[in-house]
């Protein structure tokens, strides 16, 4: 049977369709865009991929993603950063949602995913015993768990703070308030969420 299309229209459309969440109408989409595009569109494309590999690193203390002339994260280092109190993360992306708030003044621990052990990710593979000497090191009050409020950042959450228990850590350990989102009506809110809600409710 002959080809529908190019060859390489085919292969630019298998490697779009490899990106999470990103389905074979979507990634035809794509494929069409670029190939419509101008060459200076694609080529800047092509530049910014290539370089994410040779430009960005992860921070050896944070794990945080940083440029790759940096050596620690710049909110580890930055003075005005408070290192007692530590947000522990899943992902570096969730770093920026927290920072967006402009509410939090410490410094993040990313764990680098999640425990799950259907996907195989157990604790040994997170950055847990990191986050076990920063607290000695840098004389840690506090520590936000601010994994996500799904099944397995729930267990993540239940894991650490045995494990910095049982480590002997005298930490105060806290986690991110959960409740109903804005114009979320009751009906349509998930167990985890509702359960959370009524966990943190307050006086009136």
């Known amino acids: 049977m ?102 939090f003044k410490g410094t993040y621990h990313v764990l680098g995913g999640a425990i799950s052990p259907i996907d195989g990710v157990g604790p040994e593979q997170l950055h847990i015993p990191e986050l076990l000497d920063r607290i000695k090191k840098d004389s840690v009050e506090e520590i936000i768990i601010a994994t996500n409020a799904s099944v397995e950042g729930e267990s993540t959450a239940l894991f650490l703070q045995k494990y910095l228990r049982d480590a002997g850590v005298e930490v105060t350990m806290s986690r991110l308030a959960r409740g109903i989102p804005v114009g979320v009506d009751l009906e349509y809110a998930d167990q985890i969420t509702l359960s959370h809600a009524l966990e943190g409710r307050r006086s009136l």
């Open 2 to 103: 002959a080809r529908l299309l190019p060859a390489a229209l085919e292969k630019l459309i298998d490697e779009l369709g490899r990106l999470p969440g990103v389905g074979s109408r979507t990634a035809e989409r794509y494929a069409y865009y670029l190939l419509r595009a101008e060459q200076r569109i694609n080529d800047s494309l092509a530049n910014a991929i290539h370089d994410i590999h040779h430009q960005v690193k992860t921070c050896p203390v944070t794990f945080a993603l940083i440029d790759a002339d940096q050596d620690i994260s710049p909110l580890y280092t930055d003075s005005d950063r408070d290192k007692t109190l530590i947000a522990v993360v899943e992902e570096p992306l969730d770093i920026v949602a927290i920072e967006r708030t402009g509410q």
